[in-house]
């Protein structure tokens, strides 16, 4: 459940009761960090922190964060650094004056690909702390012939196993509305190009253009094929994206599942109940070029770090931030993957996320995750913008059993409109 306003005001006043309890002026505390994560995530931030050589308190404030950060600001108690996982606000912040530029030499740290999502006015605002992984489909190992290496052998596949008795072909975790935006940026990564995603996510690019809704009708084919999803559309909607995990790994209701590399995460978790998982990537080769070397696009999503306007502190825990040894704990860890190509994937607890950490820090044709990017009313929320979207337009195709046609226009002249308030607010 999302927080209101009043939650979010009463959690801005409590934070700064906190330090004011802990100290007797700014002067006097540790850096401040506000942070998305929560629970294993924020106790192994915490274990980075202690190499750190210096006081840091960390504030968790969720999803929640931007709500949280705006009421701080109000009240004059910005912390010194954030974490963010959208690569908007980055830019958001940094146009409204909020943010500390950064030194050019941190981006050599990433691609130029990650290193150009957190410049804004020709400035660097932000640095990359952590890294997902999600173009990838996971099984239980030696339940399923050799992967599909394009869309219409996926298709077919899903078919085969949906006709045949048996696991249902897919788990899918619709009652997360990012799940399904994930499973969209996918299928956009391969049908337009990289400057044609970008386009996409700054408004420039109509979500009625041709391929995208070419992107919607492949899901609509897919989604609705009958006998797909465990106890079907209806029941998709009320499964959250580990319990979808549990459907294939623990339960066996299904023989696949689509997500980031944080699946593995879950399956740790539930070990021995929940086998071993593994996985190929999420198929989108064009059709025809099997034997050919062809790179595939990767769908990413990640968190950064940025600076406060003034925080000389925030400005030196950041540098710091960016080193190749401050995240060996979480990163021995496991469950963590980082967009650092300083990082020696050697240090990675398993072969797996070696080689998906290795993806990560040389893939050309990276594309990263698109409701995180998008502005205003599309970005992604639990029941809003381009989650709600998406999670109505998987209700028309499995449950309502609209035709695919009207179901695809229906999704895609939403996104539009949208889109286009978005653009004549900024006007």
Known sequence: MRATRRTVLRAAGMATAATALGACGPGNRGV??????????????????????????????????????QARRAAGTTPDVAVLSRPGLVADYSRAGWLEPLDDALASAFTPRWAQLLYADGALHGVWVKAAHKSLIWRV???????????????????????????????????????????????????????????????ERPWTDGRVRQAFTDLAELWATPDVFPGGGRRALLTQNEESVLQVTATRQ???????????????????????????????????????????????????????????????????????????????????????????????????????????TSEEEVRFDLSDRLPGALTGADGQGSWQILQDFFADVTVN????????SRAVERMERAAAAIREAGR
């Open 254 to 360: 299904a023989a696949m599942v689509f997500e980031g590399d944080f699946v593995a995460s879950v399956v740790e978790r539930y070990r021995p109940r929940a086998a071993a998982a593994e996985p190929f990537r999420f198929p989108g080769r064009p059709t025809g070029t099997a034997e050919e070397p062809v790179r595939l696009p990767l769908v990413v999503g990640g968190d950064a770090a940025v600076v406060f306007r003034g925080s000389v502190a925030g400005r030196q825990l950041v540098n710091w931030l960016v080193t190749a040894e401050a995240f060996r704990p979480w990163v021995a860890a496991g469950g963590y993957l980082s967009p650092n190509r300083f990082v020696d994937t050697h240090r990675y607890p398993t072969p797996l996320a070696a080689e998906l950490a290795s993806q990560l």
């Open 32 to 69: 401040q960090v506000m942070v998305v994560w929560s629970g294993r995530e924020l106790e192994l931030f915490r274990r980075v922190l202690r190499g750190y050589g210096q006081p840091v308190e960390v504030i968790s404030a969720g999803d929640n964060i931007d709500a949280l950060l």
């Open 141 to 203: 190992p030696g339940t399923l012939p050799s992967p599909p290496q394009d869309w219409p052998g996926f298709v077919t596949l899903v078919r085969d196993l949906a006709a045949a008795t048996g696991p249902r072909p897919l788990a899918i975790g619709a009652a997360d509305g990012w799940v399904l935006t994930d499973w969209l940026e996918n299928r956009l990564a391969v049908l337009l190009s990289a400057d044609e995603y970008d386009q996409l996510a700054r408004g």
């Open 401 to 408: 059993r609209w035709a695919r046609e009207a179901a695809v």
